[in-house]
C-alpha cells in the first residue's frame, strides 16, 4: 500500500479548517514580520501543519496574499448588506463602517498597508488588489444608485465623484490605525458619517434625526465611550 492511499481523506469541513488555518497563520506571520522576511516554513510552523499541506492549497507566498485578499473582500462585501438593506441608509452605512473599520483589529491594518506597499513592487499582488478594489466599487455603486432609485438618498454630488472620495476617506482611517495606534476611529468615523450624510441627503428615517446629530451614529458613539 502506497503512504499516499495510506493517508486519511479529510472531510470538506476539514480541509475547510485547515485552509482557513493556514491563512491565518500566514496572516500572524506577515503581520509580524512583512512579506519577504517571512518564509513559508515560517507559515508551516504557525500553522502546525507541514509543507506539503501549505502547497495543497498555496503553491507560493503571492498565493497565500491572494487567499487573504480574496477573505478581505467577501468580508467587505458581506458588510455592504447594511446599506443595501437598511431603511436608514446612514445607519446602514454607519453600521458598515464599523464592520470595515472599527472593528477590525489594527493587526488587520498593518497587514493590509504590507500587502499594499507589496503591490507597488509586485504586479501580481498589484492585481489582486485591482480585483479587490474593482469587487468594492462595483458592489458600492450598485447599492448607492438602487438607493437613488428607491429614494433613500439624494446625492447632491454625481455619485461617479462621490464614491471615489467615500473609499478614500474610509481607507484613510483603516490605513491609519496602522501607523498610529492612538487613531481615534470612532471619533474619525463619527465625522465621517455626518459629512457623508450631508452630502447624500438621506430620506425615510433619516429624516427624522435631532438637529446637531449626525445621523446613523448612535453605534459609533459607543465605539468612542
Known amino acids: 500500500m502506497s503512504l499516499k492511499a495510506a493517508m486519511p481523506k479529510l472531510s470538506d469541513k476539514q480541509q475547510h479548517e485547515r485552509r482557513t488555518r493556514i491563512l491565518d497563520a500566514a496572516e500572524q506571520c506577515f503581520t509580524r514580520a512583512g512579506f519577504h522576511r517571512t518564509t513559508m516554513q515560517d507559515i508551516c510552523k504557525a ?23 480574496a477573505r478581505n473582500r467577501d468580508e467587505v462585501l458581506a458588510s455592504f448588506a447594511a446599506m443595501a438593506t437598511a431603511s436608514d441608509f446612514v445607519a446602514g452605512m454607519a453600521a458598515t463602517l464599523e464592520a470595515c473599520v472599527l472593528n477590525q483589529p489594527r493587526a488587520k491594518s498593518v497587514l ?15 492585481a489582486m488588489m485591482a480585483t479587490f478594489d474593482d469587487a468594492v466599487r462595483t458592489s458600492l455603486a450598485d447599492i448607492l444608485s438602487r438607493a437613488v432609485e428607491e429614494g433613500r438618498i439624494k446625492p447632491q454630488l454625481p455619485l461617479r465623484d462621490l464614491m471615489p472620495a467615500m473609499n478614500a476617506i474610509a481607507e484613510g482611517m483603516f490605513w ?5 495606534p492612538a487613531f481615534d476611529a470612532a471619533g474619525a468615523g463619527r465625522a465621517f458619517v455626518a459629512m457623508v450624510s450631508a452630502v447624500l441627503r438621506p430620506t425615510a428615517a433619516g429624516t427624522a434625526q ?16
Do not use: H, M
Not at 491609519?176 to 498610529?180: F, L, M, N, S, T
Open 112 to 126: 493590509c498597508l504590507e500587502i499594499a506597499a507589496e503591490a507597488t513592487r509586485n504586479p501580481a499582488i498589484a
Open 176 to 180: 491609519r490605525r496602522a501607523v498610529d
Open 47 to 69: 500553522a502546525g501543519v507541514s509543507p506539503g499541506a501549505i502547497y495543497t492549497w498555496f503553491d507560493s507566498k503571492e498565493a497565500l496574499i491572494g487567499g487573504i485578499t
Open 210 to 225: 435631532k438637529p446637531g446629530d449626525a445621523p446613523g451614529s448612535a453605534e459609533l458613539a459607543e465605539q468612542g465611550s
